[in-house]
């Protein structure tokens, strides 16, 4: 299956997201090549802010093709020691079972990476979400699905 890359995400997407890195404490950053969104935590007066980089990509289709080159342009985008966790999102999901694939074989290939990857459906906002996904994460895509 080929996925073609969406260049404009529906309106639906970014309202919501834009309400709501006030309330997760996260804050838009310029996007980084090849994803949609970039938001980094929100930085404490003489900290870092905690919790990981978080990068959205819209693709027509979700798939291992549109994974590899996710997982890649990732791991060029944080920093080495940076914990970075991508939305990759589509209208169209491969099954579940290609899309586990392919993220353990790319967990595999790059061992000691901190990047989680979550499948989302754009459609209704359901996600494949990986047991160790970052709390920031599950609780941006279950306002989405609620519209909350």
Same mark, same amino acid.
């Given at each position: 299956?080929?996925?073609?890359?969406?260049?404009? $995400?529906?309106?639906?997407?970014?309202? *919501?997201?834009?309400?709501?890195?006030?309330? #997760?404490?996260? =804050?838009?950053?310029?996007?980084?090549? %090849?994803?949609?969104?970039?938001?980094? *935590?929100?930085?404490?007066?003489?900290?870092?802010?905690?919790? $990981?980089? #978080? #990068? %959205?990509?819209? +693709?027509?289709?979700?798939?291992?093709?549109? +994974? +590899?080159?996710?997982?890649?342009? =990732?791991?060029?985008?944080?920093?080495?020691?940076?914990?970075?966790?991508?939305?990759?999102?589509?209208?169209?999901?491969? *099954?579940?079972?290609?899309?586990?694939?392919?993220?353990?074989?790319?967990?595999?290939?790059?061992?000691?990476?901190?990047?989680?990857?979550?499948? +989302?459906?754009?459609?209704?906002?359901?996600?494949?979400? $990986?047991?160790? =996904? *970052?709390?920031?994460?599950?609780?941006?895509?279950?306002?989405?699905?609620?519209?909350?």
């Amino acid at each position: 299956m080929s996925c073609r890359r969406v260049t404009s $995400p529906n309106s639906r997407s970014r309202s *919501p997201l834009k309400d709501y890195y006030r309330l #997760l404490e996260i =804050a838009p950053t310029a996007t980084t090549d %090849g994803f949609d969104i970039a938001w980094a *935590p929100k930085s404490k007066l003489f900290s870092r802010g905690k919790g $990981p980089r #978080l #990068l %959205g990509r819209f +693709v027509a289709c979700v798939d291992r093709d549109a +994974v +590899v080159d996710a997982w890649a342009r =990732a791991g060029t985008a944080g920093g080495s020691t940076d914990e970075v966790c991508v939305l990759l999102m589509g209208a169209a999901m491969a *099954p579940a079972g290609e899309l586990a694939r392919a993220i353990a074989e790319q967990r595999r290939r790059q061992r000691g990476t901190t990047l989680t990857l979550i499948p +989302v459906d754009a459609r209704n906002w359901e996600a494949h979400m $990986p047991l160790d =996904a *970052p709390g920031i994460a599950k609780t941006l895509l279950a306002r989405l699905r609620t519209g909350a």
